[in-house]
Structures are given as C-alpha cells and as structure tokens.
C-alpha cells in the first residue's frame, strides 16, 4: 500500500461549484497533515494545515478523520484560479522532532468556465 | 521576499558531469531538506539536513549525493556524476522543528543530456 494515496483525477468542475476530493495515509502513527497546491512546473506551495478538528479557510476546508486514516480537501465556490494539482503531505515522524513531509502524487483539479 | 531561494532555475549538463544545486534559506531556518520531482511524477525525499549533518535519507540519495551548509547560508546538492535518470526538478525546502510544514523553493530544472 502506498504511504499517501490520492485520486489523480483530473477533477473537471464547472466555475463556481464545489469539488472535494480524499487522501488515504498508511502511517497511523502520522502527526501533522498538509495540502499543498502545485502548480505546472512549479515549487508546493502550503495551502493549509489539517487540525485534527478541521479547518476552514475561505473557500477551502480542510477535515481529518483518523479512525479511518483520511484527509479531505473541499473547494467551494471553484475559481478558474483554482486549476492545480493538490498535493496531499503527511508528516512521517522519525523522532518526536524530526520527520519528512511524505507526498501523494497529487489530484489534479481543472475548473472550466 | 521568498523564504527559500534556489539557484539556478535551470541547469543543463551532460551526463557523467558534476552538478551542485543552490539553496539559500532565511536564517532562522534550522532544518533543510532536498526533494526531487521527475516530470509528471510526484515529489519524492532525498535528504533531510540539521545541526550541520544529514539526519536522514531515501535510497534515492546514494554515493552519487552528497549535502552540505560550508558556510551557515547556502544549502547544496552535489551529484557527481549526472545520469539521464537524474533529470528532474530539485527542491530545496527549509522550516522549523516538530512537523511544521515546509517552506520550498522555486526549484531547479536540472536535464541531463
């Protein structure tokens, strides 16, 4: 099984409606979760961090469900801007402080007008 | 500013040449990290770097690798005998300590000819 497992997609969405789309992780003992946008050719780019309670940012909202080792990105209201791919990033611990971002090939989002 | 510069953003050599990969992160940045991405390919961990000695790395990062901080600054990658497989984009990543998430550079499109 994969350490970080994501949809590829591509995930088409018209402008304007909600996409939400699903990482699974291996690690149960993995601490801190991420998404991160990437688009072509360029450096990730921290979207937001998952708090074990979910987190809304704006337009994003972001959940974590342990007991079933997921995380989950919603995109409300989509903006042509929002075309990217997302990367979903778990924290793989070796000590108490130390670790490695662990990536998922990412799910690629295309919001059309 | 950018947190974490990269230079070059592209660096073309040909194969069985060395090439070094510059990172120059904000200074309160105590761990550093090298990540590679073959095109079309997700992001994957070669070496994570603190208190001036890798503390771990992939099995990507073989004999051909090595890391180094001479100067408190600058963070290179040196590989020193480029193969075609080699070709990818190199990111350099800095941040703090207990899975905070990470800052990346632009990167560096590193082809091999």
């Known amino acids: 099984r994969k350490e970080v497992e994501q949809d590829p997609g591509p995930f088409n969405v018209p402008e304007g409606a909600t996409v939400a789309f699903n990482c699974t992780y291996s690690?149960?003992?993995?601490?801190?979760f991420f998404w991160y946008r990437q688009d072509c050719r360029k450096e990730p780019k921290l979207l937001m961090s998952v708090y074990s309670s979910g987190n809304e940012d704006g337009r994003f909202t972001a959940q974590l469900n342990r007991a079933s080792q997921y995380i989950s990105l919603l995109i409300r209201d989509s903006k042509l801007s929002d075309s990217a791919t997302y990367l979903c990033?778990?924290?793989?611990?070796?000590?108490?402080?130390?670790?490695?971002?662990?990536f998922g090939a990412g799910t690629q989002v295309v919001v059309t007008p | 500013e950018p947190e974490v510069t990269q230079t070059p953003s592209h660096q073309v050599t040909q194969m069985g040449q060395e090439v070094i990969l510059r990172c120059v992160p904000i200074?309160?940045?105590?761990?550093f990290y090298w990540y590679r991405q073959i095109l079309g390919q997700k992001v994957e961990f070669l070496v994570s770097?603190?208190?001036?000695?890798?503390?771990?790395k992939s099995e990507i990062f073989d004999d051909q690798f090595s890391v180094e901080r001479p100067d408190g600054s600058n963070f290179t990658l040196k590989i020193r005998s480029t193969k075609l497989e080699d070709s990818a984009m190199y990111f350099c990543a800095a941040g703090g300590p207990h899975n905070s998430p990470l800052h990346f550079g632009n990167g560096t499109r590193l082809t091999v000819t």
């Open positions: 200074s309160n940045h105590l761990y």
């Open positions: 990033v778990v924290w793989a611990a070796f000590t108490d402080s130390w670790g490695k971002l662990q």
């Open positions: 690690n149960s003992a993995s601490q801190s």
């Open positions: 770097f603190y208190n001036n000695e890798i503390s771990e």
